[in-house]
């Protein structure tokens, strides 16, 4: 079992940044960490992941303004956000993956942009 805390959610305005964290811990063999997101009404889609090598992968609708980091020692996935917009409103979710494709999800952390 993995255990993911997350933190780092809240409300800010528009243009604001914001940084979630996500630290792991129970069996922390993890191949690959990353962040989705929620808003009402809609699906869960990618914001971001890292694997264990470091290569990243963003969703479209956050390139070039959130940035995803991790520090392996820590078990810790970090997501700096930059520019935030009203839509990216959400409630954004921690993932980890361990291998053999056994999945984790932190409860969420709601984040909140005000125009």
Known sequence: QVQL?????G???AGGSLTLSCVASGRTVIMSM??????PGK?????ADINLS???NYGDAVKGRF????????NTVSLQMNSLKPE???VYYCQVVRPGYDVYWGQG?????SS
Do not use: F, P
């Open 67 to 74: 940035t995803i980091s991790r520090d392996n020692a820590k």
């Open 11 to 13: 409300l800010v305005q």
């Open 109 to 113: 952390t709601q984040v909140t942009v």
């Open 54 to 56: 470091g290569r990243t």
């Open 88 to 90: 990216d409103t959400a």
């Open 5 to 9: 805390a997350e933190s780092g959610g």
């Open 43 to 47: 699906q869960r889609e990618l914001v």
């Open 34 to 39: 990353g962040w989705y997101r929620q808003a």
